[in-house]
């Protein structure tokens, strides 16, 4: 690929990002625009995937998170593992799910990968076995962290699904994050396998694999937008759950705030700071290495 290639293609990838972060902050204000932003983000999962880790991989990523997921949840819905009992409202579901959740968790989860290999170390072939397992793990993590924000509104106020014999955090039980953890680092271990032993080998471009997690961290970072709103627009009154408790919607949202500034926000705010120490760590250890090479001795002068 030549170099204006690579240009052309980072510009394309920025300017994906730059549509997904204003429909990010829309959506947080327009009702309507959710769904429309999740299938763009599975377009930026698809762009920015293939052009960092190729196109079978970033493959294995969309069919992988599709099938688990699904598979998992439709699970789940029958016998309560590994989320708990519930079932969703609404139409348009593959099986018993809908259809847009598989690409909910495409798109934040691709994000949360992002994030987890700046706060670790990205895989690629032959990478160690505790970057091939960690990375997944960490990655499972930050996406559960989403989903704490988001299920009580989704769930307990919004009734786009129920659970069906309630739980302690504000309707929703505890089995169901647990479930969530274990679902995401399933098909992103899988997707971490397959590019330890056929992805590409590790870049030797940092200024392209920093443009690249950096625009990973910025949209997970802007997908917490939504709670924010909701907190300052979100109507008081009270719901009551399936088991029949009854909740403040206040508490609900300012719960969901205070789990994003020290959960969401708390990561990206880490893995901000680890790319810009890693940008400043190359800045200042460039000129070392020039001096090193300017005072090494030549050979052939002292053979002589």
Known sequence: MTAVQRSNKNTTVWCLTAVVLLGQILAAFVHGLTMLVIVVEVGFVFLHGAQRYGGRAIGVFVVGGLVISNALENLSIQTGFPFGHYHYTGDGKIFQVPWFIGPSYLATGYLAWIVATVLLDDVRRNSTWLTSIGTPVVAAFAMTAWDLAM???????EGHWVWENGGGFFGVPLGNFLGWT???YLFMQVFALYVRSRGP???????????SDLQGVLLYAATT??????FVTGRHTTVTDAAGVTWSTADIYESSVLLTVYGMCFIALLALLRIAQRRTTTATSAPQDSTVERTEPNPERLSA
């Open 225 to 230: 937008i939504s709670f924010f709103t909701e």
């Open 201 to 211: 080998l590790p870049t030797a471009q940092p200024e392209s694999t920093t443009a």
């Open 182 to 184: 274990f679902t995401v």
């Open 151 to 157: 299920d009580p509104s989704f769930s307990t106020i």
